[in-house]
C-alpha cells in the first residue's frame, strides 16, 4: 500500500470515529464500543476494498456487507454518510422516532444496508446464503461478514463455517472483531472461545489473525483473503473495545452500551482531533 492511500484509510477510519461518537452523544447512550472497535476495518472496505455505487445502493453487482454483530450499526451508519449514501447530518436521528438509522441494521431502511441483522449469530448464515446465491448468479462480486468474537457463542455461526466450507465459497471473507469483551463480560469468562484460529482452520477456512486497528494489515490480509481459491476466509482482528475514544476504552465491559455525555462528547472529540 502506498503512503498516499495508507493516510487516506486512516483519516477515513478517524471520521467514521467521529460519526459515531456524534450518533451515539446525539441519541444520548448506545453500542459504542463494539462500533469504534470496527472503525478500522470499515474505513479499509469501504475506502479501498469494496465495489459499491453510493448513488445506487441495489446495485446488482455490488459486493456486499453483512455486520452480524447487528449492535454495531452506528459504525457502519458512520462508514455510509460519509461514502454519500445519505446526509451526513441524518447520523444524529440514530435510532430516534421515524429514523431510517435504527439501533441495528435494517436493509429495508438503510440505504446501503445489505442485509438486516441484530439477532447474534444469524449473520453468519446470511453472509454465506448471499455468497452462494452470487455464485449461482454467475456474479463475480463478494460478501464481507463482520461478526463478533462473543457472538461467536452462537451455535449457528459454525453451521454457517461448516456450510461454507463444504461449499467452497472464495468470495466469501469474514472478519472476527475479536475485542475480547461481550455484554455480560470478558468473552473467556463468559464462554471461551479457546484457540479461534485452529477452530476456524479446523472447518476448513483460510484464517489470518492480525492487528484489527492497522489498516494496512487489514487491506494485506484481504489481499491474501481474495488470492484463496476453493474456501472462506476468516481474518481475526485483535482490536480494542472502544478504540480512539478513552472514557470507553476505560469503562471496558461497560462500553458495549453506555450514555455518553456532552462533557464526554467533548472530550472524546478534542482526543480524535489529536
Known sequence: MDATLSKELRKLALEIRIGIVEQIQARGFGHIGGSLSLADALAVLYGAVMRYDSQNPRWPDRDKLVCSKGHAGPAVYAALAVRGFFPYEDLKTLNQPGTYLPSHCD??????????????G??????????LGDRLKGRDSRTYLL?????SDE?????????????????L???????????????????SLG???????????HVQRIDGHD??????AIAKAKAEKGRPSMIILNTVKGK?????????????????????YESAMDELAR
Open 244 to 264: 480512539g475514544v478513552s472514557f470507553a476504552i476505560e469503562a471496558g465491559v461497560g462500553c458495549h452500551s453506555m450514555s455518553v455525555t456532552k462533557e464526554q
Open 173 to 191: 471473507i469474514a472478519f472476527t472483531d475479536a475485542n475480547r469483551m461481550q455484554i455480560d463480560g470478558m468473552v473467556d469468562e463468559v464462554c
Open 215 to 220: 489498516c494496512e494489515a487489514i487491506h494485506g
Open 155 to 171: 451455535g449457528q455461526v459454525w453451521e454457517a463455517a461448516m456450510f461454507a466450507a463444504h461449499r467452497g465459497l472464495d468470495n
Open 122 to 131: 444469524q449473520g453468519t448464515s446470511l453472509a454465506v446464503g448471499m455468497a
Open 195 to 205: 484457540d479461534l484460529d485452529a477452530k476456524w482452520r479446523a472447518f476448513g477456512w
Open 107 to 120: 436493509r429495508n431502511k438503510t440505504p446501503g444496508v445489505d442485509m438486516t441483522t441484530g439477532s447474534l
Open 147 to 151: 461478526v463478533g468474537d462473543g457472538e
